[in-house]
């Protein structure tokens, strides 16, 4: 059986917002397995459980290079919060989505192989990239970027340094703009219900479904009716649909005015979205969470067997 540790636990609950007790049963039954434990918590709480999925873990910025009709975006890593205020970091992750708008380079290592000059470092980004490291005594990454090119217009909004948001377009400025923040509040996954991807409608439904047959088990053992097959499964995708609404770009209500949606506010507007790119620090990345009390533990029975 898997150890679960206070760690454990108080990750699940930073994830959920659930009960301490229950994230620790939940990790109990999902054996150890962080995502299966927070789909077990999501069937018995409902989206109660997943209210905190946005929160991210691994430090670094979002920033964005646009000019004209051709922009860039770009997610740069480090390890600590503390870098993300370095002028030279700074420096280097605005350079590094210039760079990308104006060459187009075909993946991270071609990125680092461009020319560019820095704090004494150079000839390439990669030279001054790993040259920062060591006069700054911390890790740092290119994690990912997207060039825009397709001849749409374009629309940018930075929240802070953590969320970035391009928005490519045809039509009104203002409404396009509107809809970068909006992204940037409510995280779509897509444009349309059509284009959620497949492995989220399943997920969606599984849990759906979960949650069915445990309802069905408790009104069985409190000796209540429990509902027709047919109409669980008109429940379950009725929660598919909501779930679909809720999470493409078009469908949801739109923040600065939640009596109509986005798709209604841009015909309103008499402009086209054809795309948006969200970046959110650190999205998918695990970030070690030191146990202190642990690592003095470890440091007192060190010093005592060297005593």
Known sequence: MATITASMVAELRGKTDAPMMECKKALTEAEGNMEKAEELLRVKLGSKAGKAAARVTAEGVVVNSVEGNVGALLEVNCETDFVTKNDSFLALANAAAALIAKNNPADVAAL???????????????????????????????????????????ATYLHGTRIGVVVEFEGDDVAAKDVAMHVAAMKPVSLSSSEVPAELVERERSVAAAKAAEDAAVATA???????????????????????????????????????????????AGTIVKGFTLYVVGEGIEKKVDDFAAEVAAQVAAAKQAA
């Open 222 to 268: 409190a000796g209540k009716p429990v509902q027709s097959a047919e109409i669980v499964t008109k429940r379950i995708e009725g929660g598919v649909q909501k779930f679909l609404k809720e999470v493409s770009l078009f469908n949801q209500a739109f923040v600065k005015n939640d009596k109509q949606t986005v798709e209604q506010m841009l015909k309103a």
């Open 112 to 154: 680092g192989a461009l020319a560019y000059e820095q704090d004494g470092f150079g000839p390439t980004l990669e030279d001054v990239r790993k040259g920062l490291i060591g006069k700054i005594g911390e890790n740092m990454t290119f994690r990912r970027f997207k060039r825009f090119a397709s001849g749409a217009k374009l």
